[in-house]
């Protein structure tokens, strides 16, 4: 009898691992992307021709916890909007201390120390002036700001100053580069900025109008205050994002013949080291008809996404295409809807998978200990498989996201009735960064439309 009782066991056994295996074999073999996307407004404000509509475009959206903290821009007829600062709370039953709190407050611009929190000391530099076209990101729980172009297009100098919201005061401070001899960016509009191990990353952008795009990259210490510079870009490029310590940057060929494209990408070490800086890295990828690829586009979002087990992603979302009449795909196409040139905004959504789990980065080393937790992350794992069986992993391959329905019942009261933001450009967004959703659900804001209209309304895109 217990003879019988262990062929049965070890018959069990035997089909238990082989379904596992077909289940592992059927895993492998299914395709990461493409990611699907759903979308759900969060809120419509009218143009109410005032400095502070929120009806916008070029401005920026900054996540800091569960709420969303808008600043400056372009409202009504091209004029700049207000130094005020919007807060959206996106998820106020998430937490019982912003349960309470409105789903909307507009804050206006105050210094440090002026409303009864901390001794402002060195931080006291007043309040940003109003500007468009800004880098802006989070820093701990302050939204950083750099750099933009004021009411008259003139890029704004501030010797290398970075700005900080404290969303803890609802106030402003000033970060001032302690040791100014040892170089700092020049005055731009058009950057982007990053936070980087409690630092900050600044990339590229247009030092003044109609001039070429910059490619230099640079590394902010918060706690020393000092800019340090990395190693140029091989190309200028408008569309940059950073992912899991990766500065990555995508570039065309040419505005009228686009065939290929490439990613380039520099990883940030922890600790910067003089004698070991960073190098640059290349993928190419083609952009034909034959090729899933999203066209050349600006001012569209370019962000990183985090699907879990170690996969990441670049979002490349809406923007505008390039105008016929610009020399490179790094000239942004002006978006007058009077020019006889106004380029055509995308409603459309891509992915480009990224290489699964990169190692972290410490001290310009990867460590042992690093690679093993790296190739330990599932992603990696099936990656891996699919590479020695001569499969495609799918890394630097783009996808277009695949809309789902939305939920029409969980529309809020205030949202206009929209089912999608439609074509625009020149929005402001982010990644939702904790809570249910964290890495993949993105909010966006406002932006130009088709028409040429600033539109005033937030949107929720999770991905999954």
């Not at 409603?347 to 972290?360: E, H, I, R, V």
């Amino acid at each position: 009898m217990a003879e019988v009782a262990g062929a049965a066991y070890l018959a069990f056994e035997a089909v238990e691992t082989t379904v596992q295996a077909g289940f592992a074999a059927y895993m492998v073999a299914q395709p990461t992307a493409p990611l699907k996307a759903t979308f759900a407004q969060v809120a419509s404000a009218p143009d109410d021709a005032t400095a502070a509509s929120l009806a916008r475009s070029n401005h920026s959206l900054t996540i800091v916890g569960y709420k969303a903290y808008i600043f400056g821009g372009e409202i009504g007829d091209g004029d700049v909007a207000s130094n005020d600062v919007h807060v959206i709370n996106l998820l106020p039953e998430e937490t019982a201390t912003e349960k309470a709190e409105s789903a909307y407050a507009l804050l206006p611009a105050l210094a440090i120390g002026s409303t009864g929190g901390e001794k402002p000391g060195e931080r006291d530099g007043g309040v940003p002036q109003a500007r468009t076209r800004h880098a802006a990101c989070g820093l701990n729980i302050c939204v950083a700001v750099f750099g933009g172009a004021d009411a008259d297009g003139e890029v704004v100098d501030e010797g290398g100053n970075v700005w900080l919201f404290n969303t803890a005061h609802s106030a402003w401070e000033v970060l001032k580069p302690k040791d100014a001899s040892r170089g700092v960016p020049e005055p731009r509009a058009d950057g982007k900025l990053f936070e980087h191990q409690n630092c900050l990353i600044l990339y590229g952008g247009h030092s003044k109008a109609n001039s070429a795009p910059l490619k230099d990259v640079w590394h902010f210490s918060y706690a020393d205050r000092i800019w340090t510079r990395l190693p140029d870009s091989p190309e200028p490029s408008l569309n940059a994002s950073f992912a899991d310590g990766t500065l990555h940057l995508l570039t065309y060929a040419t505005a009228t013949s686009s065939l290929s494209g490439a990613l380039h990408s520099l990883q940030v070490p922890h600790t910067l080291d003089p004698a070991l800086p960073p190098s640059w890295t290349g993928a190419t990828f083609p952009t034909n008809p034959l090729t899933p690829a999203p066209a050349p586009r600006i001012q569209a979002g370019l962000l990183p996404i985090a699907t879990g087990h170690g996969r990441f992603y670049l979002l490349n979302m809406f923007g505008s295409r390039l105008s016929s009449s610009a020399k490179s795909t790094t000239e942004p196409a002006a978006l007058d809807p009077t020019t006889t040139d106004a380029p055509t905004q995308f409603p459309d959504l891509w992915t480009l998978q990224l290489p699964s789990g990169p190692a972290p980065i410490s001290s310009g080393s990867v460590t042992v200990t690093s690679k093993v937790l790296d190739a330990l992350r599932p992603a990696a794992i099936k990656d891996a498989i699919r590479g020695a069986v001569k499969a495609d992993t799918g890394t630097h391959g783009w996808a277009e996201v695949i809309v789902l329905p939305p939920d029409l019942t969980g529309m809020p009261s205030g949202a206009s009735g929209k089912v999608h933001p439609g074509s625009r450009a020149g929005f402001g967004c982010d990644v939702l960064k904790k809570g249910e959703g964290a890495g993949k659900t993105v909010v966006l804001w406002g932006g130009l439309n088709a028409k040429g209209e600033r539109e005033g309304d937030g949107w929720l895109v999770k991905l999954e």
